[in-house]
C-alpha cells in the first residue's frame, strides 16, 4: 500500500522540535514532504528554527527553501556555514536559485553568486536578467535537448548524462548548431526506436513557443487553452533558452487569481507570500487601510450632493427611505458586471475589438434587470409599504413606487453599463482592471446613484 | 524555425468558412490547434456549423467536441452519421467521453453508449459513476500500469502496446496482481536501464494518491502544494482506478478561481461553459438577478431602521451626511476581511481549528483600521467641514466630528470581525463560504452600521 503523507507525520516533526528531541527529528522529517516542512519551518519560532536548520542538512534544506516565503529567504541561508550555503545555492534548480537570489539583499546576491560554481553563476545571472513575472523570469534552463544529426544511441547517451540535471524528460527539443528551436522528441519514441535511427526522422514539429520577455500570464493562457506540459521559451533569434514546466503555471494561475481577487475587494500592493495567519498584522494593515481611507473621503464627498438636495429631502422625508436601497442596488450590479468582464479578460476572452460587443451586452441586461428588479421593488412598496404607516407628506403611495422603482431601473441600467465599461476603460490605458473595478465603482455609482434617484423622485412627484 | 499558431491561421479558418471554400477550409485547418478550432465553431452560425462539420471529418472533430461547451455537444455530435459518432466517440479518451455522455440527454447517451466497442462501453459507465466534481470525475483511465515481477524488457513490451491508448506516460506505475497501487517507475529508468533488470528493483514509493470520491479542490491543492505531475486515484482498496493529468488540474484552478471570483460579488449558480461574449443575455440575466433582488428587499427592510431613529435625523440633519459614509467604509472592511478569509480557505490554509487565530487577527486588525480611519475622517471634519457652512442645529464642529469618529471605528471593527467571520461559520455549517460572503456582508453590515452610529452618535451628542 502506498504510504501516505499524513497530518501525524507532520505532528511529529513539529514536537520533535518543540522538545528539541534530534534523532526524532531526523526521523521524522523522513517522512514528511519537503513543502509539509517549509510550512512547519515558517510556523516556528526563532529558537525552534535555529535547531531546525542545525540538524536538518543542507541537502533536504536545498528543497525546502524554494518552497518558503520570501521574507524568511535570506534569514534562514544565513543560518547556515559558507559551505553550507554553497551546496544548498548548488542543489537548487536553476529557475528556484534565480528567483531566490532576487529576494535577498543586494549585499548577500553577491556574497552568495561568489559562492557558485563559475557555470551556474553564469546562468543564474542570465536568468536574473529577466523580470520575475515573465515567461524568462519563470523558466528553467535545465530543458533535455539534443541536436539534429545525432542518433537514438547518441541521442540516449546524451540525455542520460544530463538525466539529474534536466527538470522534465517529458519532451526533447531539438536544436541546429546555433542553438535554434527546430522540433521536439518524445523520451518514448527514443525508447521504444532502434538505436541507429537518427532522431530527425523521430522529429515532430512545436507548434508553441514563447518569447522570454512575455508576460507569465500569457504562458498560463497558453497552457491552460492549449493542455501543455511543457512551453520551451525563446530568444529573438528563437534560439530555445528554456522551459516552463506545469508547475510553474500552477503558481501562475495561483497567484493571478488570488491578485484579482484582493484588488477586486480594495486591497492593495504585492501578496503577501506568507500564509494569512503569518502574515503580521501591519502588513495586513498596510495592505488594507490606504483603499479605505480614499473610499471614505470620496463617500464624504458624494454626501455633499446630499447637500444640493437637502429641500427635496425635507418635504418628502420617505425618499430617504430608499435612497440606500437604491445606491447599494448600483453598487451590486455595477460589481457583478465588472466581475464578468474582468474574469473574461484574465481567461484571454476578450479581445481590444470587443468593447462594442460588451456594451451591446450589458445595456441590454442593464435594462431587462433595471425593469424587473423595478417592477418587484414597485410591487413590494405598493402591497407592503402602507403596513408600516410611513409618513408620506401629501404624495401618493402609488406615485411614490413609480418614482422609486424608475429611479432604481435608471441607476441599474447605468451602474451595470458603468461596471462594464470602467474595467474596460482601464485596459485601454494600460491600468490593471482589476484594480479600478470594486473601489471606483462604488464610488462613481453612488454619486451617480443618489443624483439619478433625486431627479427622477423629483421629475415623477413634482417636487 | 518552429511554426507559431498565429491569428492569421484562425482568421484563415474563418474565412474558407464564410466563402464555404472546402478546399481552402481543409488547408486552413491544418494549421490550426483543435482548441482554437472550437473556438471558432462556437462563433460561427449554423449554417456555417453545417459546413463545418460536413467538411472537417470525423477524426479532427474528435479532438475538438472535448474543447467545446457543454451545450453544443449534442447538437453538433447531431450532425455525424451514427457510424461517424461511433468514430469520434471512440477515439476520445476515456475521462472526455465520460464528461461528453453526461452532458447529453439521457436518450442521446444510450445510443452513443450502444455504439461503442463493449470495453470503451464499460470504462465510461464505470467513470460516469463519479460526480464530475470529484477526483474520480475528472480522472482518466488510461494509466500506464506494468505488474511487480516484470522485466525491463517485458514492462517495455507491455508499455509499447499501450503506447497510443495510455495518455501519460511520465509515471509508469506498479500494481500487484489484485491492482493494488505499489510503487511508481520514471520512463527514463526503463529506458537507461538493461533489459533484464525486474522492474521491482527500479520502483520508487509513491507518496500521494487521493480517494476517487475525494473533491476535485483536494487533488488541485496536492498537486499546487506539492508540485506533481500525475496524481494516482485509488478505490477504496487501494486499487488504481485511473490518474488525473495536470491539464485537469489546470480546468479545476480555473474553475474553482471563477467560482469564488462571482459567488463573492453575488452572481449565482452554475458557471457558464461558453465564453462571457457568447454566454445568452437570458442566462447572464439567470444569474445576476436573484441575488440582486433579495439585497434589495434586505436593503429596504433596513431602510426602516432608520425610520427608528427619525427623531434624531429630524434634530440634527447633519447627521444623514454621514451615514452612508458610514455604512460604506463598514462593507468595504468587511469586504477585504471576507475576501482574505475566503482565498485563505480556498488554498487551504486556514483548517477547522484556526477560528481563534482569525478572530484575534481580524479584531485587532478591525480595532488598528477602525482607529486610524476614525482619525483621518476627525481630522477631515474638524478642518475642511466648516467649509461647506453645513447646517450645525445647535452642535459644535468638534463634537460632531468626535462622535462620527467613534461611530466610525466601532463600525469598523465590528465589520472586520463580521466580515472574517461569516465565512467561518459558513463552513462550520457546510454552506459554500464564498457565497455567503459580499451579500450577507452588504446587508449585515448595511444595518449594523446604521444602529452603531447612531446610538453612537445620539450618546455622544447627548440628543
Known amino acids: 500500500m502506498p504510504e501516505e503523507i499524513t497530518t501525524m507525520d507532520i505532528e511529529a516533526v513539529a514536537f520533535a522540535i518543540n522538545s528539541h528531541d534530534k534523532q526524532a527529528f531526523l526521523t521524522a522529517v523522513e517522512d514528511v514532504h519537503h513543502a509539509d516542512l517549509a510550512s512547519i519551518y515558517e510556523d516556528i519560532n526563532g529558537d525552534e528554527r535555529t535547531f531546525f536548520t542545525a540538524h536538518i542538512g543542507p541537502n533536504k534544506f536545498s528543497q525546502i527553501l524554494p518552497e518558503l516565503p520570501d521574507t524568511l529567504i535570506e534569514s534562514s541561508l544565513e543560518r547556515f556555514e559558507p559551505n553550507q550555503q554553497k551546496n544548498i545555492l548548488s542543489a537548487l534548480l536553476d529557475d528556484d536559485r534565480a528567483d531566490i537570489l532576487q529576494d535577498v539583499s543586494s549585499e548577500a546576491r553577491h556574497r552568495y553568486l561568489a559562492l557558485l560554481h563559475p557555470e551556474d553563476m553564469e546562468t543564474t545571472c542570465s536568468l536574473m536578467r529577466y523580470e520575475e513575472d515573465t515567461a524568462g523570469g519563470r523558466m528553467t534552463t535545465q530543458a533535455a535537448k539534443v541536436t539534429l544529426g ?3 544511441k547518441q541521442a540516449l547517451d546524451v540525455l542520460r548524462k544530463d538525466k539529474n540535471s534536466t527538470e522534465s524528460l517529458a519532451r ?6 546555433e542553438g ?14 532502434a538505436w541507429d535511427v537518427l532522431v530527425d526522422e523521430l522529429m515532430e514539429e512545436v507548434e508553441l513557443s514563447i518569447l522570454a ?3 507569465q500570464e500569457e504562458a498560463a493562457q497558453m497552457f491552460t487553452k492549449y493542455d ?15 522551459v516552463i514546466t506545469h508547475d510553474d503555471i500552477l503558481e501562475i494561475l495561483e497567484e493571478e487569481s488570488t491578485e484579482d481577487i484582493e484588488k477586486m475587494s480594495g486591497i492593495a500592493g504585492e501578496q503577501s507570500e506568507e500564509s494569512y495567519l503569518n502574515t503580521r498584522i501591519i502588513t ?16 464624504i464627498s458624494s454626501c455633499y450632493v446630499m447637500l444640493r438636495f437637502e429641500h427635496v429631502l425635507n418635504s418628502v422625508y420617505l425618499l430617504a427611505l430608499y435612497l440606500p436601497m437604491v445606491v447599494a442596488a448600483g453598487g451590486n450590479t455595477g460589481g ?14 476578450l479581445e481590444a475589438g470587443s468593447t462594442v460587443k460588451v456594451i451591446i451586452k450589458e445595456l441590454s441586461l442593464g435594462l431587462l434587470l433595471g425593469v424587473f428588479l423595478g417592477g418587484c421593488i414597485a410591487l413590494v412598496t405598493f402591497f407592503i409599504l402602507p403596513v408600516f404607516d410611513p409618513p408620506l407628506a401629501g404624495i401618493t403611495i402609488s406615485a411614490f413606487a413609480l418614482a422609486a422603482s424608475v429611479a432604481l431601473a435608471a441607476q441599474i441600467t447605468t451602474s451595470t453599463l458603468t461596471g462594464a465599461l470602467l474595467p474596460l476603460g482601464a485596459r485601454a490605458i494600460n491600468l490593471d482592471p482589476a484594480v479600478v473595478a470594486a473601489p471606483a465603482i462604488t464610488t462613481l455609482v453612488d454619486i451617480s446613484g443618489m443624483i439619478i434617484y433625486f431627479t427622477a423622485t423629483k421629475a415623477i412627484l413634482s417636487l
Open 172 to 177: 526533447i527539443y531539438l536544436v541546429d548548431e
Open 284 to 299: 495586513h494593515f498596510k495592505r488594507r487601510f490606504p483603499w479605505l481611507l480614499v473610499l471614505a473621503l470620496l463617500a
Open 228 to 242: 501543455m506540459t511543457l512551453l520551451p521559451v525563446v530568444d529573438e533569434y528563437s534560439r530555445l533558452l528554456g
Open 150 to 152: 545525432m542518433t537514438v
Open 180 to 193: 535554434r528551436l527546430k522540433g521536439k522528441i518524445r523520451l518514448r519514441e527514443l525508447a521504444f526506436s
Open 336 to 349: 457583478q458586471a465588472a466581475t464578468m468582464v474582468i474574469r473574461a479578460m484574465s481567461l484571454g476572452e
Open 213 to 215: 520577455t512575455t508576460d
